[in-house]
């Protein structure tokens, strides 16, 4: 089994390096939740993230339950071809993991730029 570097995990899932060698290949990160992996760049992952952001905006249960694991939200992805039916409860959960995961890349972007001053 190979080795991996975390970013962050939660409840739902987590975001890592895989490494090799070694080292961490930090061109892409694995984030995983509900049974699902997704390779992808920052770039990617602050799309989805607004696209979590919309949905939880926009989503409302359309039978109009008040339940928070009916998985009626469609949680459209990076990937044009895959959307996801989530629950309000797994739609926080995939926002805090994709928003922690950002905020870890970006703490890591600042010290690094730190040390170079």
């Not at 469609?74 to 995961?101: F, W």
Request: glycine fraction near 6%; proline fraction near 3%.
């Amino acid at each position: 089994m190979q080795e991996i570097d975390p970013i962050y995990k939660n409840s739902i899932g987590m975001g890592f390096y895989w490494r090799k060698n070694g080292e961490s290949i930090k061109d892409t990160i694995q984030v995983i939740f509900r049974d699902m992996g997704f390779y992808l760049k920052k770039g990617e992952i602050l799309y989805f993230s607004k696209l979590v952001a919309q949905a939880k905006t926009s989503s409302q249960c359309p039978s109009g339950c008040k339940s928070h694991g009916c998985r009626s939200i469609l949680l459209k992805t990076p990937s044009k071809q895959i959307d996801l039916a989530v629950s309000r409860r797994e739609l926080n959960a995939v926002d805090d993991l994709l928003n922690g995961i950002i905020f870890h890349l970006d703490l890591q972007d600042y010290l690094n730029n730190l040390s170079l001053n």
